[in-house]
Nanobody, 124 residues
């Protein structure tokens, strides 16, 4: 059974940091693009960041550029999202996703596997 399991969410004050982790099991995703998405209450799921299978190419939503960093460890079958200078508008459920494609996608429907999400709450 293929699973993506996120961890590392929590509650922090504005300006704080969190590091999200996504552990994959059931198969290797070392040749898959990986992404992070988020969904705030009453809003659609939105793209946050993505990384290619080699870890050499990354993409970010404009609002998180310079604050968030996506990385991966193929040996551990894991992907990470380091979040710094957090703002209240970053509050959302964060989802890890995997895409069996060489091309890095920023569109959620292109992703094949999803985790259950982890809550991030940033207070002002």
């Amino acid at each position: 059974q293929v699973q993506l399991v996120e961890s590392g969410g929590g509650s922090v004050q504005a300006g704080g940091s969190l590091r999200l982790s996504c552990a994959a099991s059931g198969r290797s995703f070392s040749r898959s693009a990986m992404g992070w998405f988020r969904q705030a209450p009453g809003k659609e799921r939105e793209f946050v960041a993505a990384i290619d299978w080699r870890g050499g190419t990354t993409y970010y939503q404009d609002s998180v550029k310079g604050r968030f960093t996506i990385s991966r460890d193929n040996a551990k079958n894991a992907v990470y999202l380091q979040m710094s200078s957090l703002k209240p508008e970053d509050t959302a459920v964060y989802y890890c996703a995997a895409d069996d494609s060489i091309v890095v996608e920023i569109s959620a429907p292109q992703y094949d596997y999803w985790g259950q999400g982890t809550q991030v709450t940033v207070s002002s």
